[in-house]
């Protein structure tokens, strides 16, 4: 069975500087692994997504993250935080084997970057 | 902002009654997902819809139904609502193999 843990609720950070928010998962075949984000009162955004090819993904908005097989990890990165970055961040995985399989997403991770 | 709409975007119903959802998928896109999101939790998988056959389905009673249409639009139906099915209901389209689009999401409220 696929899952995804975020093992914090809250992030927070200064505006300048780097962010990470944590993600770890469990998956039986092929990880497909998204980075989601979600303001308040409106649907999810598509941030970035690793398939297969280079562990280090960029995405929109600045945002990276960084597979790490042997870690069962999928950590989001930005070098420079913004204000407007704040906003409820979810981690998803997906088994790769078979096209359409649901994605299984975390708790969520709020991050909150102050001025 | 995703071409994925959904409608209503907020809705209060009944303990007991039944409700419908619906959703338009981006174009181009051939796959309709539907998730759960009560507050405070991620979003949870109810199932899938390609090319008009359900695709998969994830832990939900079967009074949770859906449709795909061939334009690819879906309605997701609730029958015998219960207050825990409160929460944001969420739709997003994709090809099978790609990422998923979300939608702005419906607000049910059961009281």
Redesign the interface.
Known sequence: AQS?AQPEDQVNVAEGNPLTVKCTYSVSGNPYL?W?VQYPN?????LL?YITGDNLVKGSYGFEAEFNKSQTSFHLKKPSALVSDSALY?C?VRDGRK??????????TTLSVSS | ETGVTQSPTHLIKTRGQQVTLRCSSQSGHNTVSWYQQALGQGPQFIFQYYREEENGRGNFPPRFSGLQFPNYSSELNVNALELDDSALYLCASSNLVDEQYFGPGTRLTVT
């Open positions: 995804v998204f989601y409106r649907g999810l955004q598509f997504k979810f998803a096209a359409g399989t649901a994605l299984i997403f975390g708790k969520g």
